[in-house]
């Protein structure tokens, strides 16, 4: 027993479904592919009878309920990460094999005392809702077979009769190989490596020989060691959960100056911080910090957290927190010459995150124009750090007289008179209107609930004073008045 | 002067405009307008609607168009004479000739040369002006503007001015007023329509989308800023042109100008060369009597007098020169050994027959010839010719380019619309709807669904979109208006329009996606409507098979000619009153053989009604029950009126004909020949139900005058709206039963040969090759496999018993590497597996895919063995090329293939098998289940449950929501009946599992035997391969 795998079966469907507790219980399938080529990849044993490669209609038709999802990767690297962890706890010579698989080096481990541990790791790993398979063996390869086979842990004594009746999608032929050895009727390990080695390899190629020396386990191969202390993130449980934030303040300081350390150390800095409360109800509360500048400096990360600390209010106690640094390289970059960028851009974004814990995140930035019909419609966008140049003068430069909003908008009652505004009353502002130019339309989200449609017109009052009002849905107003 | 619209596009500007000629034509009339130019994109594709709906709206329909020119500034243009409209149509063929399908430009040098006759317009946003000011400046734009008055002068340029209500559009429009005061060109005020009424602008949002391939959340300015560019009437246009009342005035003056409409094409049929001396006339009539000679023996009595009459009329109505032309089109097939067969109404005609244009001796048949041609008539007379689809088709369409020239001849268009699954997941898409929901709904109404079944709202809560669904409203309306316009511009399936040379002149051609095909920008109605002639030139699958079979007869020394078959062998009526009858032309589907056993045909005639009786016209006329009632006897034969007997004699009372209708037309409503004329056009034009309704009420008031009772105009009036629907003239019915009793007599006496042509010219008919194999099999017939020492390319008959399949019949075959191999076997046969792999040139894939199918099993040992010994051989140059060596051919480690395995490989690599069907190795892990063959001794009323391979799901609009499955097993066709309620609750089970388990009750009436339904369930999977379904609504 050299070597370990700890494989998840369906690992995607597996991932997907510890992070998503309405999925618990769920008729839930995998899919994959668009529209009629849609195929089922993987699905949770409540799915009776859907096997991977049905179509989706097919598995519609045949599990009324079913739930489909697609593959979700963050859910996958959190799931590969939690694995990756437990296979450290059996050695520290790990290799992340693929997504879902772990291959670890137990040369020289006590082979009693692993394979309890490895029983030990199963459960564990199952009972965060990764229900892993362990298989150990005299090679990676063989490991890896026996892992598929586990219930949940598998030690490889005799590979010749473990190997023999294994389906030969285990050596995992190529397509093409595969179509080949359908035709010869090979379906098993054994069938193949009953075939002559020589004459495999004259008709399948190098590739074909390879695939025999997989299917008889000969294959050997260096594990590619992954380190232990790289994935730039920390978390912690509270057991029990916190009531306040305080003791929060202490651990993160303690996170950041770790993950500082690990960040500088690999030749990298942090670009953004992603904070995690896990509450005690299950839910969480996250927020990102994109850095003003990528940078491993410790107090301008915990200014920019405790400034958003101090506002957070949770429906629940504290179960957990997490933060997490994305790594990046030290920025290299050279500003424009004309360029007019912010002289201490961590206290302007320590004061926009300020003002979006007071307002709301939604409620921050800088208002540009919406792409719509509607007037007046903006959105707010991220304030930028540097005011570019502005690239050339418009062909047709603004002109005419300026409207100066009014905001909100005054309301005003109209009077009409053949469908033209001959004066307002009521509200701020009243009088005849001598002249009036309009109407201006625009109208826009039909297919939305709030659809919506204003008619615009400038009118010219007796008593002096040109304005713009407007009639929507909420009846007319004096949207501005006109230089 | 009234204000006219002259710049309105219609949805035959592709995505660009949102309503249809006819709508805008209707709105144009309510509104008062007295004309409406048509300027739709580079085409006139929409102008014939509009000149049509027009003409009976009293709305005069202008010729208009957008043309794109090579800089992407967009030209409308409007046509004032008809050389005008000739150089339009010249210039825009030139540019669509040149160009991929939709990216025609044209040059602004060919424009200035084809200019004549046109009127152009300054243009909307995308206008060279515009969009000259808007990137550069107004200097610019005056400069573009010169460059308009130069090509076309100031007479003939009118500055186009636009108010939307938009706010900023003044300044825009300031500056145009003072450029055109200042070149002193006329003002003209349009809307720049780009929807009939203000709530279609929604559809045209969604085009909008659907063209820049965005959603409506994200399409942002692109989408229309308000709902203003609809028709305006007079005082709505005159009020926003208070301050430019000549612009509004100008529109008036300037429709005034182009006078021109489509009533003036002036299009002309080519003549067909004759010998000196002889006129059109003079040389059909000769040809005529020579081939009545052929045809009759003598002509003498009713065969001459009919003859002289058409002749007569043909010559009064100048059609002689298309009768010539067919008749030389005919000529020309036959020449190269292709059979070649009018259909329609031609049949009607007894020149035609005597030309051998057609086969029915109209005559002898007692068929109406005004039902073809009559004297009021001014269009020209469908032919429509059957050919053998493929080569021989395709070489005929050649021929008619090489002899009328590119631009003298082109395929007719197929206006291809929005419709059913497509048009939700379009509009779906553009709405925001997630893909999975789409895919849902795509799903669960695979192959379209009825809307009389299921509403659409029904329809999305089965996909799961809620009720609530915000967006539920938009999507079902926006679904219902987009419905029904045209998407693309396809291929007609076979018609081609002729002319003496000047086709470009009169419509638009552009390039067929399909190589070495022109189309042009009219479709099958537009080109009747404009009285253009257009011959049809079918594929026919089934030609194709008869022809096959032909020429296997005679090679195997028992010739067959088709046309002098005995038309009373009882062994093929035999056959078809016992509905076996799979594999033969029109009467194979399973509503003809439900009817068969009750219709029980005994002669040819009745052959022709079996054919035309099982259509929409027909059931929903109710004419089917009746008709078989009235044969069996179960019901007296009655008519609605005594004077209809002798026209509905022959189908016992009842209306099943077209002719039928006409006939009652003339003869109890006292239509003249011109009227049964404008009759049967209606009749024909699916398009307006409202010109049915008024021919309608029309011939309800010609029967009430007539003293035609109550019951019997109802009834009459009846039959003629379903007719509508689809109904078969009585000529088409008997040219369709004669290649009907061809293929049946195949059948039934040259059975190899018939099964033989049947897959060699796959795919056709209703049936998968695998069920044509297992039919003949049932019929005694032996289908050898595949072999490479054996097959040739195509099925072979090696005895009156024996098929050999050929090697096409194997999927993947190149037809080179085939070819190559037959001759290499020609030269000597193959000695031993690596002679024929050093002497064939198959890729590594083809030898496998031929070892896995058992085509080699005559040089090794089994087909592992050959797969075993194929891969060992390496490819390459000849000198290098290595075979397995002699004493290594007998060694392979390979065990052979189990049945199921052989079966599983005959269905991937042929999509059939030779041998049994594979529901006989399931039969044994079926308890409880009754074959196919066991339910005619079955006793009605007893619960049954079949199981099989799922060979047809029909769900016929007629049918009110039931669905009819067909499985087949090993003992032949079990046919089974889904109630609405039911197909709703295993829709998807129906409508995609390969195969079923149907438990319900049995039903036999008459020998039709059909399961009542009660319940559905997929078979279980036992490894057994799936077969393909034809599927139908």
């Given at each position: 027993m050299s070597y370990a795998v700890l494989s998840v079966p369906d690992f995607a469907l597996h991932a997907l479904r510890r992070s998503d507790p309405?999925?618990?219980g769920q008729a839930v399938a995998l899919v994959a592919g668009e529209g009629r080529k849609a195929r089922v990849a993987a699905a949770s044993p409540e799915a009776r009878g859907i096997v991977p490669g049905l179509a989706a209609a097919l598995a519609m038709s045949r599990c009324p309920g079913i739930v489909f999802r697609r593959r979700d990767p963050a859910a996958e690297v959190e799931a590969h990460r939690l694995l990756l962890g437990a296979a450290f706890t059996l050695s520290p010579r790990v290799e992340s094999t693929c997504g879902g698989c772990c291959t670890v080096d137990l040369r020289g481990a006590d082979p009693a005392r692993t394979e309890a541990l490895m029983r030990l790791v199963a459960v564990e790993l199952a009972g965060t809702g990764l229900p892993a398979r362990i298989g150990a063996g005299a090679t990676p390869l063989l490991a890896s077979y026996a892992a598929r086979c586990a219930e949940p842990v598998l030690v490889v004594r005799d590979p010749r009769d473990f190997l023999a009746p294994l389906p030969l999608a285990f050596a995992d032929p190529a397509p093409a190989q595969a179509e080949i050895l359908r035709g010869w009727g090979i379906a098993t390990l054994g069938g193949l490596t009953a075939l002559p080695k020589a004459e495999v390899g004259r008709r399948l190629g190098s590739e074909g020989v390879l695939l025999w020396e997989r299917a008889a386990g000969e294959t050997l191969r260096v594990l590619r060691l992954v380190e232990p202390a790289r994935s730039f993130a920390a978390e912690w449980a509270y057991e029990p959960p916190v009531e306040s934030i305080e003791p929060l303040f202490f651990k993160l300081r303690r996170f950041a100056e770790r993950v500082a350390l690990e960040l500088r150390g690999a030749g990298f800095v942090a670009e953004k911080l992603s904070l995690t409360l896990l509450l005690e109800d299950e839910t969480d509360h996250r927020r990102e910090f994109r850095l003003p500048e990528p940078g491993a400096d410790v107090e301008g990360w915990m200014r920019v957290l405790n400034a958003h600390l101090g506002t957070v209010r949770t429906e629940a106690r504290v179960a957990g927190v997490r933060l997490v640094a994305a790594p990046a390289r030290p920025p290299e970059k050279q500003d424009g010459l004309f360029d007019a960028g912010l002289r201490d851009p961590a206290s302007f974004w320590e004061n926009i995150a300020r003002i979006a814990a007071i307002v709301g995140d939604d409620r921050v930035g800088t208002p540009a124009l919406a792409d719509t019909h509607r007037p007046d419609a903006f959105v707010l966008e991220r304030p930028s750090e540097a005011v570019t140049p502005s690239v050339e003068a418009p062909v047709h430069p603004p002109c005419g007289p300026t409207l100066r909003r009014f905001r909100p908008p005054w309301p005003v009652r109209v009077v009409c008179d053949a469908g033209s505004p001959c004066r307002l009353e009521g509200g701020r502002l009243e009088g005849d209107v001598r002249a009036a130019l309009g109407p201006w339309r625009s109208a826009g989200d039909w297919w939305k609930p709030q659809a919506w449609a204003v008619e615009t017109w400038q009118v010219e009052l007796a008593g002096g004073g040109v304005y713009q009002i407007a009639c929507m849905d909420a009846g007319w107003c004096v949207e501005g008045i006109l230089d | 002067m009234p204000f006219v619209e002259l710049h309105a596009r219609s949805a035959f500007s592709f995505l660009r405009a949102g309503s249809l000629p006819e709508a805008l034509v209707a709105e144009a009339a309510r509104l008062g307008m007295p004309a409406l130019a048509l300027c739709d994109r580079d085409g006139v594709y929409g102008a014939v609607r509009l000149h049509v709906s027009g003409r009976e709206a009293g709305v005069r329909a202008l010729v208009g168009c957008e043309i794109t020119m090579e800089d992407g500034s967009v030209v409308p243009v409007l046509v004032a004479t008809r050389a005008g409209y000739r150089g339009l149509c010249s210039l825009l063929t030139t540019a669509h000739l040149r160009a991929e399908k939709g990216e025609g430009r044209v040059a602004w040098r060919e424009l200035a040369e084809a200019c004549g006759g046109l009127v152009a317009l300054t243009g909307d946003e995308e206008g060279p002006l515009r969009r000259a000011w808007l990137e550069r400046g107004p200097a610019a734009a005056a400069e573009a503007g010169a460059r308009l008055a130069g090509i076309f002068g100031r007479d003939n340029l009118h500055v186009e001015i636009q108010r939307h209500r938009v706010a900023g559009e003044e300044r825009w429009n300031r500056f145009l007023v003072d450029w055109a005061r200042a070149g002193r060109l006329p003002l003209l005020a349009t809307n720049g329509v780009l929807h009939a009424t203000p709530e279609c602008c929604g559809v045209l949002d969604v085009f909008t989308c659907l063209r820049h391939r965005t959603t409506l959340d994200a399409a942002g300015r692109r989408l229309a800023p308000n709902r203003e560019r609809h028709l305006k009437d007079q005082r709505a246009m005159e009020e926003l042109f208070r301050d430019l009342p000549e612009a509004i005035a100008n529109t008036g003056k300037l429709a005034e100008r182009l006078e021109f409409t489509l009533a003036n094409l002036g299009y002309r049929f080519p003549d067909h060369p004759v010998p000196a001396g002889e006129s059109q006339d003079s040389f059909l009539r000769k040809m005529t009597y020579f081939g009545a000679q052929q045809r009759y023996g003598s002509v003498v009595g009713e065969v001459r007098r009919q003859l002289e009459r058409e002749l007569a009329l043909i010559a009064r109505l100048g059609f002689s020169g298309y009768f010539l032309i067919v008749w030389d089109l005919c000529a020309f097939a036959r020449e190269r050994g292709s059979l070649v067969q009018g259909r329609g109404s031609a049949a009607n005609s007894a020149v035609c027959y005597a030309l051998g244009i057609t086969a029915v001796d109209p005559i002898e048949s007692k068929l109406l010839f005004e039902r073809f041609l009559?004297?009021?008539?001014t269009d020209w007379p469908d032919i429509d010719l059957d050919l053998p689809s493929g080569e021989r088709r395709e070489e005929l369409i050649q021929e008619v380019y090489r002899r009328y020239g590119r631009r003298g001849a082109a395929m007719t268009a197929n206006v291809i619309t929005y419709r059913g699954r497509s048009t939700l997941r379009e509009v779906g898409k553009v709405l925001g709807f997630p893909d999975d929901t789409l895919d849902r709904f795509s799903n669960l109404f695979h192959g379209g669904d009825l809307p009389q079944t299921l509403e659409l709202e029904e329809q999305l809560r089965m996909a799961g979109v809620s009720d609530a669904h915000p967006r539920l409203r938009a999507l079902v309306d926006t679904c219902r208006r987009v419905r029904g316009l045209p998407r693309h511009l396809g291929q007609h399936s076979g018609g081609m329009v002729l002319s003496s040379g000047d086709l470009d002149q009169l419509v638009p051609l552009e390039n067929a996606r399909m190589p070495g095909r022109s189309v042009l920008q009219w479709d099958k109605s537009d080109i009747e409507d404009m009285g253009l002639l257009k011959v049809d030139l079918l594929g026919l699958g089934m030609m194709a098979a008869l022809q096959d079979a032909v020429e296997i007869c005679a090679q195997r020394g028992q010739p067959v000619d088709l046309a002098r078959l005995p038309k009373d062998d009882p062994a093929v009526f035999r056959m078809m009153q016992e509905a076996d009858t799979v594999g033969v032309f029109q009467v194979e589907s399973r509503a003809q053989m439900s009817t068969l056993p009750r219709m029980k045909p005994q002669n040819f005639y009745d052959l022709a009604v079996e054919v035309a009786i099982i259509r929409p016209g027909p059931i929903q006329g109710d004419a089917v029950n009746p008709y078989l009632k009235r044969r069996a006897g179960e019901e007296p034969v009655t008519y609605p009126d005594e004077r209809a007997r002798p026209i509905l004699e022959r189908t016992l009372g009842v209306v099943l004909f077209q002719e039928q209708i006409l006939r009652l037309a003339m003869e109890l409503g006292g239509f003249s020949a011109s009227e049964a004329d404008e009759l049967r056009r209606a009749i024909g034009f699916t398009r307006s139900q409202e010109r049915l309704d008024r021919m309608k009420a029309r011939l309800t008031v010609a029967f009430r005058e007539n003293g035609v009772s109550e019951p019997a105009v109802e009834y009459l009036i009846k039959s003629l709206a379903s007719f509508a629907l689809y109904g078969f003239p009585e000529s088409h019915a008997i040219s369709f039963a004669l290649i009907a009793y061809s293929s049946a007599w195949l059948k039934v006496n040259r059975a190899a040969a018939f099964y033989a042509s049947l897959l060699n010219c796959q795919p056709m008919g209703f049936y998968s090759p695998a069920s044509l194999v297992q039919d003949g099999r049932r019929h005694g017939i032996t289908f050898l496999p595949v072999c490479v020492q054996s097959s040739d390319g195509k099925c072979r008959v090696d005895s009156d018993t024996t098929v050999r399949l050929g090697l096409a019949t194997v999927r993947g075959m190149r037809a080179p590497a085939l070819q190559s191999m037959l001759a290499a076997r020609a030269e000597r046969p193959f000695a031993s597996l690596a002679d024929f792999l050093r002497r064939t040139r198959f890729s590594a894939a083809e030898r496998r895919v031929l070892a896995g199918a058992g085509a080699l099993n005559g040089l090794a040992d089994h087909r592992r063995s050959a797969l075993w010994r194929v891969e060992a051989f390496q490819g390459g140059d000849d000198l290098f090329r290595q075979a397995p060596e002699a004493g290594e051919e007998a060694l392979s480690p390979l065990e052979r293939m189990t049945l199921l395995e052989r079966l599983q490989a005959d269905y991937r690599h042929l999509s059939l098998t030779a041998g049994a069907h594979p529901m006989r190795l399931a039969r044994p892990m079926l308890a409880d289940v009754r074959t196919a063959g066991e339910l005619g001794g079955l006793r009605a009323g007893e619960r049954v449950r079949i199981c099989g391979s799922v060979i047809t799901r029909q769900r016929p609009g007629t049918a009110k929501g039931f669905c009819f499955i067909t499985l087949e097993d090993e003992t032949g066709l079990a046919n089974a009946i889904v109630r609405p309620r039911l197909f709703e609750e295993a829709r998807l089970v129906i409508n995609l599992e390969p195969a079923l388990v149907i438990t319900g009750r049995l039903q036999n009436e008459k020998g039709v035997i059909h399961v009542m339904a009660e319940e559905i369930a997929a078979m279980p999977d036992l490894g057994l391969p799936a077969q393909a379904s034809h599927d139908f609504h």
């Open positions: 309405e999925l618990c | 009559s004297e009021g008539r």
